[in-house]
């Protein structure tokens, strides 16, 4: 039964790890993307790990005098879909409970 219960995590952990790897991998990408100069990100064959860092566009994007309003916009969207999320899925639970109650058997 241990074994059983050690190779059970093993394989949970393995599971977890193919459905996780590819957005760890667009994440580390957009990251390379943001640290590479205009050039190196049209270049072909792509380049992981550049040679050089080019940390002029953090400072770029900050400085620029629309961040502000991408910003807010980013709060309003992501608020906004958060919000009707959780009201849908209370809407849903409270149908569920009351269903149960008229209907015992389901």
């Known amino acids: 039964m241990r074994l ?3 190779l059970g995590k093993v394989g949970l952990g393995f599971a977890v790890l193919i459905i996780v790897s590819p957005a760890v991998l667009f994440f580390i990408w957009m990251l390379s993307l943001s640290l590479k100069f205009e050039i ?3 270049s ?3 380049i992981l790990f550049p040679d050089r860092f ?3 566009n953090y400072a770029d994007v900050f400085a620029s005098n629309r961040f502000a309003t991408y910003f807010v ?3 309003i969207v992501t608020g906004t879909a958060t919000l009707l999320q ?3 899925a209370c809407r849903r639970a409270t149908a569920s409970r ?3 109650r008229t209907n015992p058997r389901s």
Request: aromatic share 14%; glycine share 0%.
């Open 40 to 42: 190196d990100n049209a």
């Open 98 to 100: 009351a269903c149960r």
């Open 4 to 6: 059983r219960k050690i």
């Open 73 to 75: 916009n980013s709060l």
């Open 44 to 46: 072909y064959p792509p």
């Open 54 to 56: 080019d940390w002029k």
């Open 86 to 88: 959780c009201w849908s």
